[in-house]
T-cell receptor, first 115, second 116 residues
């Protein structure tokens, strides 16, 4: 199984809602990532989890809250988002976050629209 | 500042033709360079990955080259197909100051359209 899955595929939420994005991989990877991608822009790194611990937080606003319940799952909890947070949210995983030559496997993304 | 510049921004070719996409980078210290293909609304898929010592790497009709001296890479697509229409992103990784993690710098991508 070389797949990273993400749910939901699409999400529409109001600025007062609380929602969660989910990501799952069963490749035994120990590093997982959240990226945000706006239209026609490259992905921007948000968070990195290494061995289930948050290792990198790229100064992301607190309305985004990551969680790694176990080595296969990664969640992104959303609360009080702004319309400018609308984007494609990509999850990725790799064998290890620090090894040379690592390839990150990306999920299909969740298309988020904040009204 | 680590940067990855890709050219052209967009490219339209006819099915069956070849094309070459360019990537210039100023990432340091260089770890590796990858090319990803991203279909619209989907996550990127890795095509090739090259380290400092590798000059060429192929994956089917995709051939990537790397010149670490000039800090340039190219992705050559042979006998293009309609399904090659996508954004092609060059991603360069560098070790962080602590040497324990590597950080990715993404290019803005080249949008390739293959027409019948």
């Amino acid at each position: 199984d070389t797949e990273v899955t993400q749910t939901p595929k699409h999400l529409v939420m109001g600025m007062t809602n609380k929602k969660s994005l989910k990501c799952e991989q069963h490749m035994g990877h120990r590093a997982m990532y959240w990226y945000k991608q706006k239209a026609k822009k490259p992905p921007e790194l948000m968070f990195v989890y290494s061995y289930e611990k948050l290792s990198i937080n790229e100064s992301v606003p607190s309305r985004f809250s990551p969680e790694c319940p176990n080595s296969s799952l990664l969640n992104l909890h959303l609360h009080a988002l702004q319309p400018e947070d609308s984007a494609l949210y990509l999850c990725a995983s790799s064998q290890d976050s620090g090894a040379l030559g690592e390839t990150q496997y990306f999920g299909p993304g969740t298309r988020l629209l904040v009204l | 500042k680590n940067q990855v510049e890709q050219s052209p921004q967009s490219l339209i070719i006819l099915e069956g033709k070849n094309c070459t996409l360019q990537c210039n980078y100023t990432v340091s210290p260089f770890s590796n360079l990858r090319w990803y293909k991203q279909d619209t609304g989907r996550g990127p898929v890795s095509l090739t990955i090259m380290t400092f010592s590798e000059n060429t790497k192929s994956n089917g009709r995709y051939t990537a080259t790397l010149d670490a001296d000039t800090k340039q890479s190219s992705l050559h697509i042979t006998a293009s197909q309609l399904s090659d229409s996508a954004s092609y992103i060059c991603v360069v990784s560098a070790k962080d100051s602590g040497g324990s993690n590597y950080k990715l710098t993404f290019g803005k991508g080249t949008l390739l359209t293959v027409n019948p």
